[in-house]
């Protein structure tokens, strides 16, 4: 499996354990910013042996085809973490689907990074991994992922209610969807 796809300007990378300090700040500079919508974390969820080991499941699943988690970095800056993107659930068999999760740090919003992420990361769903269909839900409230996965061409489907728990609080979601061109899939 490849553990490097590039866009223009950034580089979505599977990365293992040797990137736990890059992973670990990346995770603590962004975690108030990210705080209103994640799910609340364990108190030790961005200490570097439990960073280490989450990125040695996250290679493990990769390889065993469950999920793909992925971080971006700018081709000039390869080893500062700018954000994440992951493809989880993937399900095959007649569903040949998953699920897009995304987030980037605050002093990369605004340019563009996570809409050409959130494009190449369904491109890899759909050419590399042979899926039919990528979903993703958002809070309602969360204007600007919402704006990101309808710029990559996500077209929304309904509302989840109470889908998921988000800071102790059972929160609506905006369900939207990407199909793969390829009909045959």
């Not at 992973?23 to 705080?35: N, P």
């Not at 085809?65 to 992925?70: F, K, T």
């Not at 309602?140 to 102790?168: C, H, Q, W």
């Amino acid at each position: 499996m490849l553990e490097t796809w590039e866009t223009e300007r950034l580089l979505l990378r599977l990365l293992g354990p040797e990137a736990s300090v890059a992973v670990r700040d990346y995770g603590l500079r962004t975690a108030d910013f990210h705080r209103p919508f994640d799910p609340t974390r364990p108190a030790d969820y961005w200490e570097l042996p439990v960073v280490a080991d989450r990125l040695v499941s996250q290679r493990i699943e990769a390889d065993q085809d469950r999920s793909l988690c992925l971080f971006i970095v700018h081709k000039s800056e390869p080893y500062r973490v700018l954000g994440a993107i992951n493809l989880r659930n993937i399900v095959r068999g007649a569903l040949m689907s998953c699920s897009l999760g995304y987030g980037l740090a605050p002093d990369a919003v605004g340019h563009g990074y996570m809409t050409e992420s959130v494009r190449r990361i369904v491109d890899i769903a759909f050419d590399d991994l042979k899926l039919h269909r990528v979903e993703v839900n958002i809070m309602p409230r969360n204007t600007a992922s919402l704006a990101v996965a309808e710029r990559a061409g996500f077209v929304r489907e309904g509302m989840s209610p109470r889908y998921l728990k988000i800071a102790d609080k059972w929160e609506d979601h905006v369900r939207l969807a990407c199909l793969s061109p390829h009909a045959d899939r």
